[in-house]
């Protein structure tokens, strides 16, 4: 049997390092219920919070990001210059911007994200934290072209948004989309982060960009999915071109996981 502890197990131990933590967790408990509470704000230690729908894939990115540093942050951050600009590319509620925000200071990000509700809750938590200066909200899709797209939005700013959303979670909706060449432009031209978190997405934004396009970018941190016809070889091809090194490669099955790459 293995001795590592269930996912509720950590889950309660991970909620109860919040400074809300025992009213969080008596919410999570009857997240089913009648009383249950629609959304919930997790409040940090040190200062700041986030909020999302009652829901676990809203839930989910909160843990990712701000209990388990999934984006290993120190080391994401490493070497790139004090004030730096950053595009987060599926943004979701905005636990990778917050959390940036907080630990490089003066960085200037521009959060994308495709379902226009998730991008409320993006913007509500930018404005609670008080980053409206450091954060600009763009409520728009990244993709190889500019125009509009069908995106599939369960309404209740899910992390599994997408082409990876279960077959009948969702609804299809049009958004606006840009290419990256257009989102480097909008953010002045020079980036140095690249954060690609889009359930599927990420092959039509890299691959439908050219290796010009990220000529000022130094570190690029995304998670890859299982994309029936897409896998990480060409994603890996593509930024070998450009360039880039692959620093760390945590997979998380045969055809998914996150890489962190750099100049």
Not at 33 to 38: Q, S
Not at 141 to 146: I, K, N, R, T, Y
Request: a neutral charge; glycine letters at 8%.
């Amino acid at each position: 049997m293995s001795r590592r502890p269930s996912l509720a197990v950590r889950r309660v131990r991970q909620t109860l390092q919040y400074a809300n933590g025992v009213p969080l967790l008596f919410n999570l408990v009857s997240a089913r219920t009648p009383w249950a509470r629609p959304s919930l704000t997790y409040r940090l230690r040190g200062g700041g919070e986030v909020s999302c729908p009652n829901v676990a894939g809203a839930r989910v990115p909160i843990y990712e990001v701000f209990s388990e540093d999934a984006y290993r942050m120190k080391e994401t951050l490493s070497g790139l210059p004090p004030a730096l600009v950053a595009l987060d590319i599926g943004g979701q509620v905005g636990c990778f911007s917050l959390a940036l925000v907080r630990a490089a200071k003066r960085v200037r990000v521009h959060a994308y994200e495709a379902s226009p509700s998730t991008a409320d809750w993006l913007r509500r938590n930018v404005s609670a934290n008080g980053f409206d200066s450091s954060v600009t909200v763009h409520a728009t899709a990244v993709s190889d072209h500019s125009g509009v797209l069908e995106f599939a939005d369960n309404g209740q700013a899910s992390g599994l948004n997408g082409l990876t959303a279960p077959p009948g979670s969702a609804d299809l909706v049009s958004v606006p989309c840009i290419p990256f060449s257009a989102a480097v432009a909008e953010a002045g031209g020079r980036v140095d982060l690249v954060k690609i978190d889009t359930e599927g997405a990420e092959y039509s934004i890299v691959l439908g960009s050219s290796p010009a396009d990220w000529k000022t970018v130094s570190r690029v941190v995304m998670e890859y999915h299982d994309v029936p016809g897409h896998s990480w070889d060409e994603l890996s091809a593509f930024f070998t071109s450009c360039g880039f090194t692959l620093r760390r490669h945590e997979p998380a099955g045969p055809r998914q996981g996150t890489v962190w790459l750099a100049r």
